[in-house]
C-alpha cells in the first residue's frame, strides 16, 4: 500500500516560488509509477499539474508547464514540486498521487496523499 | 482544449441508483476514471479505465463509456455515497476533469 504524504510551507508571497514535497511510503520510487501533482483550489474543482517517472520523464499541463519543476529523489524516496511566479489564483489544496506506469492514454491516480492547503497571499 | 462536462448536482434517494454522466467529445475513444471525493477528504478513485474498480470498492460503483458520454452508477445508493465526483480523461497529453457532481442521498 502507498502513501504520501506532502510538506512545505502554507503561505507563498505573490511573485515568489512555490516548493512542496511528496514522502512516498509502502513503495520504492523507483517502482513502475509515476509520481505527480494536483491541485485544488478552495470549493473548486481538480487541476492536473503533471508528473515524473523516477528516469526523470515528465508530464506537465500546458497551461501550467512554463512554471513548474517536477522532481524526484531516489536517495530519499520523494518527489518535488517547484511552481514559480505565483499569483492568489494558485491559492489551493495541493495534493500528491501516484499513477502506476503504462499507456499515458489510459491514466488514473490510484494513491493521494491527504493535501496540503498552500495560499498566496502578501 | 479538451472538456469534460458534468452536472452540477444529482439527487437520489437512498437505495436507489444514481447515475452520473460525463461529456466530452469522442469520449468513447478515450479511457475514463471517476474519483469520489468528501467533504475534507482526499479524492478516491472509484473507477478506471471505463468500467474498472480497484480492489475494495463495493461492487455497487459501475461504470460505462459511449459515444460522447461516460456514466458512473450507483446502485443500492447509500448515505455514505454522498460526496462529489469528478470524471477524468487523458487528451493530447494531458489530464483533463470535469467540473464535478454532487451527489446528494435524501
Known amino acids: 500500500q502507498v502513501q504520501l504524504q506532502e510538506s512545505g510551507p502554507g503561505l507563498v508571497k505573490p511573485s515568489e516560488t512555490l516548493s512542496l514535497t511528496c514522502a512516498v511510503s509502502g513503495s520504492f520510487i523507483s517502482s513502475s509509477y509515476y509520481w505527480g501533482w494536483i491541485r485544488q483550489p478552495p470549493g473548486k474543482g481538480l487541476e492536473w499539474i503533471g508528473d515524473?517517472?523516477?528516469?526523470?520523464?515528465?508530464y506537465y499541463n500546458p497551461s501550467l508547464k512554463s512554471r513548474v519543476t517536477i522532481s524526484v529523489d531516489t536517495s530519499k524516496n520523494q518527489f518535488s514540486l517547484k511552481l514559480s511566479s505565483v499569483t492568489v489564483a494558485d491559492t489551493a489544496v495541493y495534493y500528491c498521487a501516484s499513477r502506476p506506469d503504462g499507456y499515458t492514454n489510459r491514466w488514473y491516480a490510484d494513491y493521494w496523499g491527504q493535501g496540503t492547503l498552500v495560499t498566496v497571499s502578501s | 482544449s479538451y472538456e469534460l462536462t458534468q452536472p452540477p448536482s444529482v439527487s437520489v434517494s437512498p437505495g436507489q441508483t444514481a447515475s452520473i454522466t460525463c461529456s466530452g467529445d469522442?469520449?468513447?475513444?478515450?479511457?475514463v476514471s471517476w474519483y469520489q471525493q468528501k467533504p475534507g477528504q482526499s479524492p478516491v478513485l472509484v473507477i478506471y479505465?471505463?468500467?474498472k474498480r480497484p480492489s475494495g470498492i463495493p461492487e455497487r460503483f459501475s461504470g460505462s463509456n459511449s459515444g460522447n458520454t461516460a456514466t458512473l452508477t450507483i446502485s443500492g445508493t447509500q448515505a455514505m455515497d454522498e460526496a462529489d465526483y469528478y470524471c477524468q480523461a487523458w487528451d493530447s497529453s494531458t489530464v483533463v476533469f470535469g467540473g464535478g457532481t454532487k451527489l446528494t442521498v435524501l
Open positions: 479505465e471505463d468500467s
Open positions: 515524473i517517472y523516477h528516469s526523470g520523464n515528465t
Open positions: 469522442e469520449l468513447g475513444d478515450k479511457y
